[in-house]
């Protein structure tokens, strides 16, 4: 039975998957926006990694896929969404590391964003209509059961590349953020899968990290825990984590007044595009955080850009809602 890759009993292999370090780039006419000094905030440009269209999924899956390959695996098999930006960049790495890549995705194909894409970069594609969770997982496992069968070498990446292994990446990301500025004192992430923010608690603190829950999962804080637990060493019940639950409107992809005017706000301000699912709820958050006063002026914030613009190309009710001014 093929088992989503877990950390190695020895060390984990790391693939050479991007650009590094990505720009980390001061965003003033945002932060004055905001009310915040013109050099409060910054803005760490994982959308521009460069690898099949860029995003935080890339330092995941250097870790994952790349361990995958150390282990003998022939073709790379993952889930999620229609729009899965994680997807898409397992494609990408597929393409690059010259190995098959499987998708199981949630949904219907519409020839739009991500999906076109995922074609564009080779992979096959199984769609699974309006699967639960569950039953994504039972059909990767299927998937991943009849390659074994035909001779091949799956290896079977977990959804959004989210375990500690994939998490890894962004500890190292963390880390790599203190080298460009020591002196960051908050950074501001969207929460998906859970493994980038916890790699950057585990890298920065849970003191200096908020998170913005996006809908991904139904109950995110357990799973960042549990990550940050297998990269520390440290107990599951260790500092409390800043998860921002606020902005989930009408639920995963949603897109709300707030989420639009995110959108608006970083591009007219900054010429910087989000998308309506990760990237703008999480400048939601951060604008949110400001009117609080959990944000104020003085403080270094860094947000963290995790890419994901195709998606915003796929999603018809975000874009419909943009023309409509």
Same mark, same amino acid.
Request: with cysteine.
């Given at each position: ?85 994680? =997807?898409? !960049?397992? &494609? *990408?790495? $597929? %393409?690059?590391?010259?190995?098959? +890549? ?5 949904? /219907? #194909? ?87 923010? =916890?790699? !950057?608690? &585990? *890298?920065? $603190? %849970?003191?200096?990290?908020?998170? +913005? ?5 139904? /109950? #995110? ?105």
């Amino acid at each position: 039975m093929t088992r989503p890759l877990d950390p190695p009993a020895g060390s984990p292999v790391r693939a050479d998957l991007g650009s590094w370090p990505t720009p980390l780039e001061p965003a003033p006419r945002l932060s004055a926006a905001l009310g915040l000094d013109s050099g409060d905030l910054w803005i760490k440009h994982d959308d521009l990694i460069g690898l099949g269209g860029g995003g935080n999924k890339v330092r995941k899956l250097e870790w994952t896929a790349g361990t995958a390959l150390a282990r003998g695996a022939d073709v790379l098999v993952t889930s999620g969404a229609a729009q899965s930006n994680h =997807a898409r !960049l397992t &494609a *990408a790495a $597929g %393409a690059r590391l010259g190995v098959d +890549v499987v998708l199981v995705l949630a949904g /219907e #194909p519409t020839p739009a964003g991500n999906i076109a894409l995922d074609a564009l970069l080779g992979a096959s594609v199984h769609w699974c209509g309006d699967a639960s969770d569950e039953e994504l997982a039972t059909r990767v496992q299927e998937v991943a059961d009849e390659l074994t069968a035909q001779g091949r070498h799956p290896g079977v990446i977990p959804f959004g590349g989210s375990n500690a292994l994939g998490a890894t990446g962004y500890r190292r990301a963390g880390d790599e953020l203190l080298r460009q500025d020591p002196s960051v004192e908050k950074v501001v992430v969207a929460v998906g899968s859970g493994g980038t923010m =916890a790699g !950057l608690v &585990a *890298a920065l $603190g %849970a003191e200096r990290v908020l998170g +913005v829950d996006t809908g991904a999962l139904p /109950e #995110p804080s357990g799973a960042v825990a549990r990550m940050v637990a297998e990269l520390t060493g440290q107990p599951e019940d260790g500092p409390a984590l800043q998860i921002d639950r606020t902005l989930l409107a009408d639920g995963y992809g949603s897109v709300s007044g707030d989420v639009l005017e995110a959108m608006h706000v970083a591009a007219r301000t900054e010429g910087i595009v989000l998308d309506p699912t990760y990237t703008a709820r999480a400048m939601a958050g951060l604008l949110g955080a400001v009117r609080r006063g959990d944000l104020v002026r003085g403080q270094r914030i860094v947000y963290w850009h995790t890419g994901g613009l195709p998606g915003l190309l796929g999603h018809t009710t975000a874009l419909e809602r943009i023309m409509a001014g």
